[in-house]
């Protein structure tokens, strides 16, 4: 009898939204922001000189299958640029990930590294700007340049019910999207702060979109009170009400 041979590994079928992250990641559209982003990846941090930095665009992270999508500003240059995976290892993602946690959209409340096993359920997380600023202040044309991967992305979640903006440049930068995708007619009338919220048709689709703004996990807003836990809470809560889970 003939002994079967062995089956060669299959790779999985690679998805669109992998696809473009593969694209985000190998963008070299703003020579400022990649000169930048080397630099700090090449100096360091005295308390990170031992670890080899990302250095790169960071791409997106989370369930491919999300109703909600959370939309912040930009890599930190030693926290996302340094580990290559939003909000994790710094400050902010230290707010941020015992939140998502707490009401069910993560799988552990601690994140330090793209390996760490961290999983997202129902939620994925981007920012308007793929590449760390200097001084946490993207330029307008790198915004308006980083903007085709917010339209794209949004365009491949077929279940996305709500998009959640940390801070106003994010929030901006969702009013802005929704505006080239014909969901608004401008975006006048709608002005950001914390709890602020606002529904739009979805188009295609029998069910509206619905925008939710916050105050950003940083640390000027956290250290200072601005931003409490309480508050932060309240805004996850709200976006799972939303999206119906």
């Known amino acids: 009898m003939l002994k079967s041979q062995p089956q060669s590994a299959v790779a ?3 998805s669109a939204l992998d696809k473009l992250n593969a ?24 308390a990170y000189r031992d670890q080899q930095y990302w250095g790169r665009p960071v791409p997106s992270f989370g369930d491919a299958r999300a109703r909600i999508l959370l939309v912040g500003l930009a890599p ?3 926290g996302s640029n340094r580990t290559g995976r939003p909000f994790t290892g710094d400050g902010s993602g230290n707010f941020l990930y015992p939140t998502l946690y707490e009401v069910g959209l993560a799988s552990q409340p601690i994140a330090v590294s793209r390996d760490d096993g961290m999983e997202l359920h129902g939620i994925r997380i981007n920012s308007v700007v793929r590449c760390a600023p200097p001084d946490n202040k993207p330029l307008p044309v790198e915004l308006k340049t980083c903007a085709r991967y917010l339209d794209e ?11 959640v903006c ?5 929030f901006d930068g969702v ?13 006048a009338g709608h002005k950001f702060g914390h709890g602020a919220e606002f ?17 950003h996990p940083s640390l000027q807003n956290t250290n200072t009170g601005k931003l409490t836990l309480p508050m ?13 889970m």
């Open 232 to 244: 932060f809470l309240k805004i996850f809560v709200r976006a799972r009400e939303l999206a119906g």
């Open 153 to 163: 992305e949004i365009a491949l979640l077929p279940e996305l019910r709500v998009l």
């Open 23 to 46: 694209r985000i990641v190998a963008c070299e559209l703003c020579p400022r922001l990649r000169e930048y982003c080397a630099e700090v990846a090449r100096v360091r941090r005295r």
């Open 199 to 215: 529904a739009v048709s979805a188009n295609g689709a029998n069910r509206e979109l619905h925008v939710l703004a916050s105050y």
């Open 12 to 14: 999985p079928p690679v």
């Open 175 to 187: 009013l802005a999207h929704l505006v080239r995708a014909g969901r608004l007619k401008s975006r």
């Open 76 to 78: 930190g240059a030693h």
């Open 166 to 170: 940390l801070g106003k440049i994010a």
